[in-house]
């Protein structure tokens, strides 16, 4: 689709709302009746005109429609419906309360089902789980975790057990957008992949977009996670916690002026360490986090929000290795109701990664970190029943220190240093429609636009032939080329730009009230780059902005998918196929050194990638029994092709398995409510082993054995599966005191499965024979956690 195509569909779908009939405005906020929080994708829906609305992120929502007298039905997944009579005979503003449903067991009335597949909406490539199933989840050594949670879903894998981050369709761990709250998260594990940054008791709504990402998102090209934080009860305190084998968590809420504004506070902490100390073990592992937020209630027009989060990991190995790395963010957010059609939303965002390592052998003290300042500017329009128009700005400004490298202490003999610093700034302006065009079709269509300044103050290499990476061609290598000059740029002068349009399209097609087609299309760029050649994020790895070496990358994808609900939308199916295609993939010559690199220009060539692939999901929405089965067929690749034809590029310029490519992914999950008391958990998964270069002969060099490597990741590591169960026992589910607790019992690799997290090859130097030794990093692993609230 052309961008003068979009334009003219934009035009079209505004001036078809100019002329109608006589029709009102219905608007207002949606809260839980208990902790008064604004809730999150809430359906408005009027039965008598086969049309409704969605709140927004604030719990706002307005549709307009003919004058007259209509039913309203709110439903909300885990709250009762709520059915009311309304006259329009004029514009009105009706705020409500959703109550919890009744988890009585002989309730078996289901007026509507929220949790069934919304076949209607042009949105697709979209997985939104409950904080609620999230909980039921088993999870290792009781720790909650949204990260393992969305890995249970079609789409998406983990690099290997213990890893940080995921991938989505074949997509590179930095490809993925992370917000808590609308602040960029760059880092999103404790202990090295162990447990995730999001403490669940703080959550609100989380929602992975895989695919047909809304304009409003941009910079990553492979998925966007979004996250909202809790607001706090500005009626009444409440406290919960939990205790755990590995951390304790507690959470305060409670409002600061009632009805009008509130704070919740939670916090966690491991205590590993105090153990190993206990046991005069010279090593320690902790981590610690800290979530806050404020808002308060200007007028019915206006509210402010104040956010943030702070955490922090320590690890230190015989007193002699270091590592320390955290996260912090603040946001400061004013919600503006300009009419009971237009909403906006205002943000003001400051955003920090760093990480860093001390070598006490070495005496080095090596400091980096990312920092970014965000403005956004938000806003939705909702001009009719039928069209709905979102648009805005956004501004971030970048400043990326790569190294800092210090001595440890007086003796050591480090001289201090400091890699060039680095500066960019990316802007972007979007807008968007969703469209009824009829019963039976829906749209979603807009555009991006989106450019990226490379910023001074820095010196910045020149190259022979403008080429940073030269090939040797009497060995058949890519070598590091050797700078012929620099060139100064001076404090915030341009050193390089980039512009793209990015437009979104996605459409659904109603077959019957129950089944439905859907096929979405996106482009979306990015300019920041995770450099590291593993398949596993570590905290050593280096964000660096693109520059005349290092391209951004520019990612097309379509999807197309069949969606349907059974039984009253008890059970739902998905199934959908991909195909992405990225431009300017950053690949790394053989032997790469990156930690440090002062010119990392000289390591870097650009290639392609593409993916594609099969998802299904089927669904059981209600009943004792619920849960879904998720299986994916895929494949990720990527090329390195050489720059003229005398050069090889990578792997002989052929297509090879990414590092991150698992040809099947199967998932199982499920949880089933016993009694009042007693409810149980369980996931089976199963992986295809991740992608691995294996060695496909030898020779002998000076009477070592040393092995000669067949095409990059032409082989796989073991197949990675696992059984995790839990059990939850709440001893007095009926009890009227405001203290309510549970026990929850969990079983992580039931049947002990060593997955291999690597496979090594070398000599063994007793026998001489050649031999594979595989790394594991967990086996079975019990874990009892103890929840409380009052």
């Known amino acids: 689709m052309t961008y003068k195509t979009i334009y003219a569909l934009l035009f079209v779908s505004i001036s078809l709302t100019v002329y109608s009939q006589e029709k009102f405005t219905l608007s207002g906020t949606i809260f839980d009746a208990n902790s008064s929080e604004t809730l999150i994708g809430v359906s408005i829906y009027f039965p008598e005109l086969n049309t409704g609305t969605n709140t927004n992120e604030y719990g706002f929502?307005?549709?307009?429609?003919?004058?007259?007298?209509?039913?309203?039905?709110?439903?909300?997944?885990?709250?009762?419906?709520?059915?009311?009579?309304?006259?329009?005979?004029?514009?009105?503003k009706l705020n409500f309360k959703m109550d919890e449903k009744s988890t009585a067991l002989e309730e078996v009335v289901v007026t509507s089902n929220p949790l069934k597949t919304d076949i209607r909406k042009a949105e697709m490539s979209v997985s939104k789980l409950l904080i609620s199933t999230i909980k039921k989840m088993p999870a290792m050594m009781g720790e909650v975790d949204v990260l393992k949670s969305i890995l249970q879903l079609p789409g998406v894998a983990n690099a290997q057990e213990g890893a940080t981050g995921f991938n989505v369709r074949g997509g590179s761990v930095d490809g993925n957008l992370i917000l808590m709250d609308e602040a960029v998260v760059y880092n999103t594990s404790h202990l090295f992949g162990f447990i995730s940054v999001f403490n669940a008791d703080v959550i609100k709504d989380l929602k992975l977009y895989k695919g047909g990402i809304p304009a409003n998102y941009g910079g990553r090209v492979s998925s966007v996670l979004d996250i909202y934080q809790k607001e706090g009860n500005n009626r009444e305190y409440h406290v919960n916690g939990g205790i755990g084998a590995v951390s304790s968590r507690l959470l305060i809420e409670g409002p600061v002026v009632k009805e009008k504004s509130s704070f919740v506070v939670a916090g966690r902490g491991s205590y590993a360490h105090l153990l190993l100390k206990l046991a005069n073990e010279p090593n320690s592992v902790y981590f610690y986090d800290l979530n806050a937020k404020l808002n308060y209630r200007l007028s019915d027009k206006d509210n402010l929000f104040l956010s943030g989060y702070f955490g922090k990991d320590k690890m230190s190995f015989n007193n002699f290795f270091q590592n320390e790395y955290g996260n912090l963010f603040f946001n400061l957010r004013w919600n503006h109701i300009f009419s009971n059609k237009l909403f906006s939303n205002a943000s003001i965002i400051y955003s920090n990664y760093d990480y860093g390592l001390k070598i006490k052998m070495v005496g080095i003290d090596w400091q980096s970190d990312i920092k970014n300042y965000n403005f956004k500017y938000d806003f939705k329009h909702y001009l009719s029943d039928k069209l709905n128009l979102s648009y805005g700005v956004n501004s971030i400004y970048y400043q990326f220190n790569p190294g800092t490298t210090k001595p440890l202490d007086a003796a050591s003999p480090i001289n201090p240093s400091q890699i060039e610093k680095k500066n960019a700034w990316e802007n972007a302006l979007y807008i968007s429609a969703e469209h009824n065009l009829s019963d039976k079709i829906s749209l979603n269509y807009g555009l991006r636009y989106s450019n990226f300044q490379r910023l001074g103050k820095q010196e910045i290499n020149t190259y022979a032939n403008n080429e940073a990476v030269?090939?040797?061609?009497?060995?058949?290598?890519?070598?590091?080329?050797?700078?012929?000059?620099?060139?100064?740029?001076g404090k915030n002068k341009k050193i390089v730009s980039f512009g793209n349009l990015e437009p979104r399209f996605a459409a659904s097609y109603m077959i019957n009230d129950n089944q439905s087609i859907k096929a979405s299309y996106n482009r979306m760029s990015q300019y920041i780059h995770l450099i590291s050649n593993t398949a596993s994020v570590s905290p050593l790895d280096i964000w660096t902005p693109s520059d005349q070496y290092l391209k951004p990358q520019i990612l097309d994808q379509y999807a197309v998918g069949y969606f349907r609900n059974f039984a009253y939308g008890n059970y739902s199916l998905e199934v959908e196929t991909f195909y992405k295609k990225i431009k300017n993939?950053?690949?790394?010559?053989?032997?790469?050194?990156?930690?440090?690199?002062?010119?990392?220009?000289?390591v870097l060539l650009n290639g392609e990638a593409r993916a594609y692939g099969l998802e299904l999901m089927l669904k059981k929405n209600t009943g004792k029994l619920t849960g879904w089965l998720s299986y994916t067929l895929s494949r990720a690749e990527q090329r390195t092709p050489g720059r003229n034809e005398y050069e090889p590029g990578i792997n002989n310029g052929e297509w090879y398995r990414?590092?991150?490519?698992?040809t099947h992914n199967l998932s199982l999950t499920a949880s089933y409510q016993l009694s009042k008391k007693w409810s149980f958990g369980g996931i089976l998964t199963y992986q295809t082993g991740k992608a691995a270069t294996y060695p496909i002969g030898k020779y002998q060099y000076q009477g070592i054995t040393i092995a000669n490597y067949g095409e990059r990741n032409g082989s796989s590591i073991p197949a990675y599966h696992h059984l995790d169960l839990s059990a939850t026992w709440t001893p007095k589910p009926d009890s009227k005191k405001r203290w309510k607790s549970e026990w929850v019992f969990s079983i992580y690799n039931i049947y002990n499965r060593s997955n291999a997290a690597s496979v090594t090859f070398g000599q063994n130097m007793e026998t001489g024979l050649s031999e594979a030794k595989k790394m594991s990093i967990f086996g079975i692993i019990p874990g009892i956690t103890y929840n409380f609230k009052f």
């Open 61 to 92: 929502y307005s549709i307009t429609v003919p004058k007259g007298d209509y039913t309203v039905v709110i439903s909300y997944a885990g709250s009762k419906d709520i059915k009311q009579q309304i006259s329009l005979q004029g514009n009105v």
């Open 470 to 489: 030269v090939f040797n061609p009497d060995l058949q290598i890519y070598e590091e080329g050797t700078p012929t000059g620099t060139i100064h740029y």
């Open 585 to 602: 993939k950053a690949d790394y010559i053989d032997g790469a050194e990156l930690i440090a690199h002062k010119a990392i220009e000289q």
């Open 658 to 662: 990414a590092n991150y490519d698992k």
